[in-house]
């Protein structure tokens, strides 16, 4: 149906940069929002960054400065630069999107993408 396929995680040095893509594919008409969450070891799913068909973003506060959410819109495919990294960005990085529907939004998560910061 939908599918979200993450590319560009692996492991950077302190201080050092990646940069994330998502792109979408499948039966896909209109997508309301695309973003990026990530989840550590013994810790909950987190906000990164989002990004509204429009243009608008959020930002979750440890990555605000550092990380910029970009999208193409006509390639269905989201990115996340990620600058500045610190050991704790260490996580798996998961992709997000959603798609607009008839009676709301429907939610489809790619399958995540390890980024590890170490020295």
């Known amino acids: 149906q939908v599918q979200l396929v993450e590319s560009g995680g692996g492991l950077v040095q302190p201080g050092g940069s990646l940069r994330l893509s998502c792109a979408a594919s499948?039966?896909?008409?209109?997508?309301?929002?695309m973003g990026w969450y990530r989840q550590a070891p013994g810790k909950e799913r987190e906000l990164v960054a989002s990004?509204?068909?429009?243009?608008?973003?959020n930002y979750g506060d440890s990555v605000k400065g550092r990380f910029t959410i970009s999208r193409d819109n006509a390639k269905n495919t989201v990115y996340l630069q990620m600058n500045s990294l610190k050991p704790e960005d260490t996580a798996v990085y998961y992709c997000k999107a959603s798609l607009n529907a008839a009676l709301g939004l429907r939610i489809y998560w790619g399958q995540g993408t390890q980024v590890t910061v170490s020295s």
């Open positions: 499948g039966s896909i008409f209109s997508i309301y929002a």
């Open positions: 990004i509204t068909n429009g243009g608008s973003t």
